[in-house]
């Protein structure tokens, strides 16, 4: 999957969300925040709706499946239930399997690196960390957990929950556009 996604579902920790896509957006990254139905309008856990810029039949029409890049990320806010609903989403499970065993990168925070890529068949020898008290399933699969905010290891970055999502944010547009951007974006923001 060619290019950088944000995806929605019901329940999704909005802080994450659009935090995230706000340092990408910051960065010039064309980043997509893509609803997993077939309405562009998804609730946060908060309740407050959320216009995506695609519902998930637009995504499918329109992304360049196939070989990709380190810099081709699909991004995963936490919240609850918003990570389980994401990964009971099967079209979508198959294709982070598929774009993670292509080198694709997955950023996922809070409860979704344990929920959402705890999926993925193994997470051996990768650091980690997430929201507390998520972390026994990234464990079983393997990883090291880290408390740290924000993890970077290889083609997987991982947040440790909503006062995390400007590093987040950062590490993934560092990742997408270089450490300088990054550096620029953060010294914008006056952090």
């Not at 609803?35 to 995506?52: F, G, H, K, L």
């Not at 806010?77 to 065993?101: C, R």
């Not at 650091?127 to 990234?138: P, Q, S």
């Amino acid at each position: 999957m060619k290019g950088t996604y944000v995806f929605l579902a019901d329940g999704f920790e909005i802080s994450e969300a659009l935090t995230t896509v706000n340092m990408l957006r910051r960065g010039g990254v064309n980043v997509k925040t893509v609803s997993i139905y077939d309405d562009r309008i998804v609730t946060s856990s908060n309740r407050i709706p959320v216009v995506a810029d695609m519902a998930f039949g637009e995504f499918r029409a329109s992304t360049t499946f196939g070989p990709c890049l380190p810099t081709d990320v699909m991004i995963f806010p936490g919240g609850m239930p918003g990570s389980s609903n994401l990964a009971t989403f099967p079209k979508l499970m198959d294709i982070m399997l598929q774009h993670h065993a292509e080198g694709g990168t997955l950023a996922a925070i809070c409860a979704a690196p344990s929920v959402v890529l705890g999926l993925l068949p193994t997470l051996e020898g990768k650091k980690m960390t997430c929201y507390d008290g998520f972390e026994e399933a990234v464990i079983a699969k393997g990883a090291e957990y880290v408390k740290e905010g924000v993890v970077v290891d290889g083609n997987i970055i991982t947040g440790r929950g909503p006062g995390w999502a400007v590093e987040f944010g950062l590490a993934i547009l560092a990742l997408i556009k270089g450490q300088e951007t990054a550096d620029k974006v953060k010294a914008g923001l006056m952090l």
